[in-house]
């Protein structure tokens, strides 16, 4: 086991994340480790024994990393003097204003410089299973202690090798839900590099890998879950007009039908009962429980309106992992790890272009906890619905509505609530009115189901993803951890 | 209890395994505690702003000097010390004394954007010749990390601030320095207050004794007869959001011929959201040793360098550096108008050398670093290294000084861009 340690000495870290321009890369990526490393080793004309350590770094499976959070700096743009020309003229010959500690005007670009400032400065890469041998080990400490910055060269570092690291918070995960992802090395990194630099070229972008938190601890027993594993697997809007929750019926039918197709021409297969929920390529649907589509919308903050800011797949924790894997995978990344952009046609309403989301900074509503209630420090006893929850059987007697729902919610594995309010009147800010929801047609005679927003409250915390009632499966029922004043 | 910084121990920080020296400072507004600041402002009024996690709690915070502005004001430090004759310090001066320039004007290497890379020296001539053709400019065509050597002689600033030498023969694949100094200023705990903006005319000039007009030399006259005339019509004083000349029609209300186009009258009160009060400001300047032990220093040609040496040149570096720093530290600290700041902690040096352990922490006064960086040229002078005594002045090239000449005499003439508020 090994480790290096980097410390920011400015506290804070300057480095464009690959994926976006505006956006500060944190924490910093294996790959961004390795490039700063291989260039102190050739600006510095090093050893062959700090190549062959190099050659032996980039093998490595992926490390895993011990990062705090962090925030970013607001992004500005920098107008940063050219050096191409010296005239204090601009192109309608006017002069520009001096600025800086130039005397006279001169021409300058806009730029911008992505800052993430960390809750802590110091940030460790961990190969806990790997071992260097002894040369190798040396002469990477050597080669650490070269290194000045990790990014932009203003971005200033302390490298070293570190015998005795922390614990790690982010650990390499190939489940399809995993939310963070970072450029990491391969064997034939070294020579790539070398190979464009030769050409006068810049480094390409290295491969990418999944990374998950580490869980502090499992699960205790007494927060009960649902039958749907708490890993959403999050797509975000990329592109695409902006649609209301009205519209979560075409949104998840459009990605349902978007999956099932890249299976049969991907996998060159049917999809399996899980996805497509029915027994069988023309069978009924199915009474077990199969993948979940749902809407996520910006609701619940003060000024929230409700725009939906992507979908998830909820998937059944039964279904094993390498099941996951081998439908889900290909349908959001391809081989090198690059994230695929996936169109989902939505009749009239368009056509969105969803990705999986794998940003550390993000949206409230694109985050699993907001929907788990897992991590948030809420007590998420109370729950209420986003969309509203379709009701099997409709209601003629008095409590008839609470029955239902109260029978929903053991279907998933919900412990029996204490107190269910129906209310066609929304819960969340930016919610709309029940009405308001296209009701589910189900059955061949084209039925309408009743639905109906509702508060739930349970005997102690559950975690979600809550999905109940009939329309479950394409995103009606979902419900969000509640508190009084709508958040 | 920190000692003084001296030439021995920077110099075996230089030649050790140390990876940093590093101060912090921290500073109240010159007018108290409590008292308003005013942080840079970004493209549509932004400041830069974030949240740091200070003792478990997220705290806004807002930058109120850059990296690129700090290091800016080093260099102008080091020029102002030069200036006295306080340091030895090569500097390139590109002169346009000769050039009938309506102000007079000198740009050192110290003050240009890209030093000595910079496209003014490149435009400028030694002598006869190019800069960057004589025989002096050409020695920079081939510096690099292995062969600093002439960067060393002729502009060491830009081997401690950074430099890219993008439109020298090699183009954009030219020398490339990473820097070594890095300082930033952060306002701790900021909340966003309001800025007012009036004038009250002592001439009481009002709206209503206009139209103003543009006479034919450009200045101001209420008389139409004597107004420039384009096409039989008078010219207002103002000119339009483009720039352009705007013609007087009567009756029709025009603002261009409002004496506030000519700086005069009253400006109403108005409030807006700007500057900030902090709890204090925390200036962190960093000095990277492994950015300046990538350096080597061949001497008279010869392809390897030798270690003494590139150790002499390594120090003078770090001490040319923290001189740098200091001095700026000296000088105050100004930022604009209505920002200064005052130090309430003492300017202490730390060396961060094992990670976790204790750091050794030293004092360094600007007279101190001066001494100990002229000590650090003398060794390294010693030690075989060339080093700019003399200043060595260019003339602009006829284009460039017409350029500057053009740009000077137009900025006269155009009405001022502040209404001559006082905020």
């Known amino acids: 086991m090994f480790a290096i340690g980097i410390r920011y000495l400015c506290g804070w870290a300057m480095a464009t994340h690959p994926a976006d321009r505006e956006r500060a890369e944190w924490p910093p990526h294996p790959d961004r480790v390795f490039m700063a490393l291989a260039a102190a080793h050739f600006e510095t004309g090093g050893e062959f024994v700090e190549y062959e350590a190099l050659k032996h770094l980039s093998a490595l499976p992926p490390p895993a990393l011990d990062a705090s959070e962090h925030q970013p700096r607001r992004p500005v743009t920098t107008f940063v003097p050219v050096n191409d020309d010296a005239s204090p003229l601009d192109k309608n010959k006017r002069p520009m204003m001096a600025a800086g500690s130039l005397p006279i005007g001169r021409n300058r670009q806009p730029r911008s410089f992505p800052v993430a400032v960390p809750d802590r400065d110091t940030v460790y890469l961990i190969w806990a299973d790997a071992e260097l041998p002894e040369p190798s080990r040396r002469a990477l400490a050597a080669l650490c202690r070269k290194v000045s910055a990790v990014g932009h060269s203003a971005s200033l570092v302390q490298m070293w090798v570190e015998e005795h690291p922390p614990a790690p918070t982010l650990r390499p995960s190939d489940h399809p839900s995993a939310p963070r992802r970072l450029r990491v090395t391969d064997p034939h990194r070294l020579e790539a590099l070398q190979g464009r630099f030769a050409c006068e070229l810049r480094p390409d972008i290295a491969g990418w890998q999944g990374y998950q938190a580490t869980r502090t601890s499992e699960p205790s027993f007494s927060t009960t879950g649902t039958l749907f594993a708490r890993d959403l697997i999050v797509l975000r809007r990329v592109e695409g007009r902006l649609l209301g929750l009205e519209s979560t019926l075409a949104l998840t039918a459009s990605l349902r039908n978007t999956l099932m197709s890249w299976l049969r021409k991907a996998l060159g297969e049917v999809a399996p009962d899980w996805i497509s929920g029915h027994d069988g390529p023309d069978g009924p649907p199915s009474q077990r429980p199969h993948l979940a589509f749902l809407p996520l919308a910006h609701v619940g903050h003060a000024h929230a309106d409700g725009r939906l800011l992507g979908a998830a797949m909820a998937v059944p924790s039964a279904i094993p992992d390498a099941e996951q894997r081998r439908c889900l995978s290909s349908f959001l990344v391809n081989e090198k790890g690059d994230l695929i952009t996936q169109q989902l046609t939505l009749g009239s309403l368009g056509v969105w272009d969803v990705q999986l989301d794998d940003r550390e900074a993000r949206p409230w509503a694109l985050r699993p906890e907001t929907w788990t209630g897992v991590g948030t420090g809420l007590r998420a006893d109370r729950w209420a619905s986003v969309t509203p929850v379709v009701l099997d059987r409709y209601p003629k007697a008095e409590g008839d509505a609470e029955q239902s729902i109260r029978q929903a919610c053991r279907r998933i594995g919900l412990p029996d609530p204490e107190e269910i309010i129906t209310t066609p009147a929304p819960l969340f800010v930016g919610v709309p009115h029940a009405r308001r929801f296209p009701p589910l047609e189900t059955g061949s005679k084209g039925g309408r189901r009743i639905h109906t927003h509702a508060v739930i409250r349970f005997a102690g915390p559950v975690e979600g993803p809550i999905l109940i009632g009939a329309g479950r499966y394409r995103g009606y029922g979902l419900l969000r951890p509640w508190r009084e004043d709508g958040r | ?423």
């Open chain 2, 1 to 423: 209890m920190p000692e003084p910084l001296t030439f021995e121990a920077v110099r075996a920080a230089v030649t050790g395994t140390a990876a940093a020296f590093r101060c912090v400072v921290e500073y109240e507004p010159a007018g108290g505690k409590g008292d308003k600041v005013f942080p840079p402002t970004y493209e549509r009024g932004d400041y830069a702003d974030e949240n740091r996690q200070i003792d478990g709690k997220a705290v806004p915070c807002v930058l109120l000097d850059s990296v690129q502005s700090q290091a800016n004001r080093m260099e102008l430090a080091l020029l102002d010390a030069w200036e006295r004759k306080k340091i030895p310090l090569p500097v390139i001066t590109v002169d346009f004394s000769g050039s009938n320039l309506p102000k007079p004007l000198r740009i050192t290497s110290l003050e240009a954007p890209h030093r000595i890379a910079d496209a003014i020296l490149r435009d400028s001539l030694l002598g006869k010749t190019t800069f960057r053709k004589s025989e002096v400019g050409k020695k920079l065509d081939h510096v690099s990390n292995r062969e600093a050597t002439a960067l060393f002689n002729l502009c060491p600033t830009a081997l401690v601030f950074g430099m890219w030498d993008s439109t020298g023969p090699k183009g954009g694949l030219g020398a490339k320095f990473a820097r070594a100094l890095v300082s930033e200023i952060v306002g701790v705990n900021f909340e966003i207050g309001r800025k007012t903006s009036s004038r009250i005319d002592p001439a009481e000039i009002r709206k209503g004794a206009g139209p103003v007009f543009r006479d034919a030399d450009g200045g101001m006259t209420v008389f139409e007869e004597e107004a420039k005339k384009i096409k039989g019509k008078a010219v207002l004083y103002g000119r339009d959001s483009k720039g352009k000349e705007v013609l007087y029609e009567k009756g029709k209300e025009q603002d261009q011929g409002s004496p506030s186009a000519a700086n005069h009258g009253n400006v109403p009160p108005s409030i807006a959201k700007g500057s900030v009060t902090i709890d204090k400001a925390v200036q962190t300047t960093v000095l990277s040793l492994p950015a300046l032990r990538r350096l080597r220093f061949p001497l008279n040609g010869q392809g390897r360098s030798m270690t003494e040496v590139d150790d002499a040149a390594r120090t003078a570096l770090a001490a040319l550096a923290l001189c740098a720093a200091a001095l700026n530290q000296a000088q105050g600290c100004d930022l604009r108008s209505r920002c200064q700041l005052h130090p309430t902690t003492p300017f202490v040096w730390q060396l961060l050398d094992e990670p976790g352990a204790t750091p050794l922490e030293f004092t360094l006064r600007a007279d101190d670093a001066v001494v100990l960086f002229k000590t650090a040229v003398e060794r390294a002078k010693q030690a075989g290294l060339p080093w700019l005594d003399e200043e060595l002045v260019l003339i602009p090239s006829p284009q460039l000084a017409e350029l500057v000449r053009l740009s000077q005499a137009l900025a006269a003439a155009q009405p001022g861009d502040s209404e001559g508020v006082t905020t």
